[in-house]
């Protein structure tokens, strides 16, 4: 049994949803399990949905199912499962869920521990809160925490504006803005890596390293999303969340303690202390039919549902500078695109070459720089690239690796949701976003929204836009491969 879990109402808002089906009812089943929960129950709400108790249950069966667990072992965990069709709108409707909870929880027995997670169009959070609080749903005699899913605003002046919303209503400790990211064993382990492990401590700074690359390529397309991506595209979407919590968790200083606060405020300096983006330093394409994996697909402008002669970026690469006495003059390369060769998450440190170059008047050929690269998925793990005499003669040097991978070691990992959820019930905010963190990150991106950029195709399957080359080799580096 879980001994930091609570007993607990886990409300989802948007119960009969996608993310209900395909993310959360999977996550929390996983997490009951595993942790042998067993005072808890799930409340699905929505509206529209004509379902009782027993045909929600029979639902939430089929999505564990199709997420493959066994049909067997569900029957029983199902039981703890409920619904309820607010009755009446606005506020009233939000009196009608308050007054089912505590039904609930006189039924079942529980405290009042609810923990509310919004999986509903970003465009209704806002009312759906100012609903909550009208309801009295932000106070409990226990504890309520109220769940984000991301995007967390449009832009600076949306996510204020939302921000401003939610803390009329709950406190920050109440809240948790999710980054799926963050819930990533591997992203988790960056800190790991380098505040368990004082000998890179030593390198992480301007005197070492060279330059820094952080990409997220991705091999699928828009597929059948294109109504929220269409809108979005590739800054708001991957850059101004996952690829800068990257960026916050590699440059970010040692916090003084492991916990939400102390780790928190540490990312947000790193934003703060980014320099405004010079437009010389940002890339944006857009992807054109080709072929992956030996598969033609088609251009973005072709997807289902994506308007004609759409300008939505598919891909963008950027240059940034963390203007503080630890990265001041060090490049940070970020990028991200969809329709890219294959899927993969790579943090690439380029350590500086020795000042003076005892092996290039010999025989040895050109010595590279060392790298480290930490690969968040798929392939788990991390290589350090260092050079090695290759035995024999003429003389001359390898590039050879340091290796450690998960999945050598350890058991598949678990699913970033997962760990997520249960950092909620457990109510440690360490992994979710900040109000701070989130406006820093909207700061620094929005002035690109309202200009008119370029928008360089690429073949997909190809490594994204030359024009993105060209910005590395201003500065002399090069993207590593796809
Ligand atoms: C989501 C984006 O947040 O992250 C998607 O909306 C993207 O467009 C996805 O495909 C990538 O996540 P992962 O975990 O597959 O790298």
Same mark, same amino acid.
Request: include cysteine.
């Given at each position: ?15 009969t ?74 506020v ?69 504006d ?8 709950f ?13 990533k ?5 960056l ?143 970020l ?13 690439a ?17 050109? *010595? /590279?720089?060392?790298?480290? @690269?930490? $690969? ?5 793990? +991390?290589? #350090?690239?260092?050079?090695?005499k ?23 990992l ?23 963190? *989130? /406006?820093?990150?909207?700061? @620094?991106? $929005? ?5 008119? +950029?370029? #928008?360089?195709?690429?073949a ?12 590395l ?10």
């Amino acid at each position: 049994m879980s001994e930091t879990i609570e007993p607990h109402t886990f409300i989802i808002l948007g119960g009969t949803g996608d993310l209900a089906r395909r993310k959360l009812l999977p996550a929390v089943y996983r997490l009951t399990r595993q942790d042998m929960l067993d005072r808890w129950c799930i409340l699905g709400v929505a509206r529209g949905e004509d379902m009782d108790d027993e045909s929600y249950r029979a639902w939430v069966r089929e999505a564990l199912v199709d997420a493959g667990f066994d049909q067997e072992e569900l029957a029983a965990w199902c039981d703890r499962c409920l619904y309820y069709q607010p009755s009446g709108s606005g506020v009233e409707g939000w009196k009608s869920i308050a007054a089912r909870i505590d039904a609930l929880e006189q039924e079942h027995e529980l405290p009042q521990n609810r923990a509310f997670y919004l999986a509903l169009p970003p465009k209704v959070f806002s009312t759906a809160v100012t609903g909550m609080g009208a309801a009295g749903l932000n106070k409990s005699r226990g504890w309520t925490r109220v769940v984000f899913e991301k995007p967390f605003g449009q832009d600076l002046a949306s996510a204020q504006d939302l921000n401003r919303a939610v803390h009329e209503v709950f406190d920050e400790t109440q809240i948790y803005r999710i980054d799926h990211y963050l819930g990533k064993e591997t992203v988790q382990n960056l800190l790991v890596f380098r505040f368990a492990n004082p000998i890179f401590e030593a390198l992480w700074n301007r005197e070492r390293v060279e330059h820094i690359q952080i990409t997220v390529s991705e091999d699928l397309g828009v597929g059948t999303r294109a109504g929220y991506y269409d809108q979005s595209g590739a800054l708001r979407d991957m850059v101004q969340n996952h690829l800068t919590q990257l960026m916050t968790l590699i440059a970010m200083e040692i916090p003084v303690r492991y916990d939400a606060d102390f780790v928190r405020n540490e990312k947000v300096k790193v934003l703060r202390s980014i320099r405004p983006l010079d437009l010389d330093n940002v890339v944006f394409g857009q992807y054109t039919a080709g072929r992956i994996g030996g598969e033609e697909v088609r251009g973005y402008q072709d997807a289902p549902g994506v308007a004609d002669n759409s300008i939505n970026p598919t891909y963008v690469a950027l240059k940034l500078e963390v203007a503080n006495w630890r990265w001041a003059g060090v490049p940070f390369y970020l990028r991200t695109g969809k329709r890219l060769p294959r899927r993969q998450t790579e943090i690439a440190v380029t350590f500086r070459q020795p000042p003076v170059p005892l092996f290039a008047n010999m025989r040895f050929g050109n *010595v /590279e720089p060392d790298v480290l @690269l930490l $690969t968040l998925q798929p392939d788990e793990g +991390f290589s #350090l690239l260092i050079d090695v005499k290759r035995p024999g003669q003429p003389p001359s040097i390898d590039k050879l690796p340091l290796t450690f991978q998960y999945d050598q070691a350890y058991e598949p990992l678990q699913d970033a949701y997962v760990t997520l959820l249960h950092d909620l019930l457990e109510g440690d905010q360490t992994l979710f976003v900040h109000a701070h963190e *989130v /406006e820093a990150a909207w700061e @620094l991106y $929005t002035p690109l929204l309202a200009q008119r +950029f370029p #928008l360089h195709k690429y073949a997909a399957g190809s490594e994204g836009p030359l024009a993105s080359d060209k910005m590395l080799a201003r500065s002399g580096h090069v993207w590593r491969p796809i």
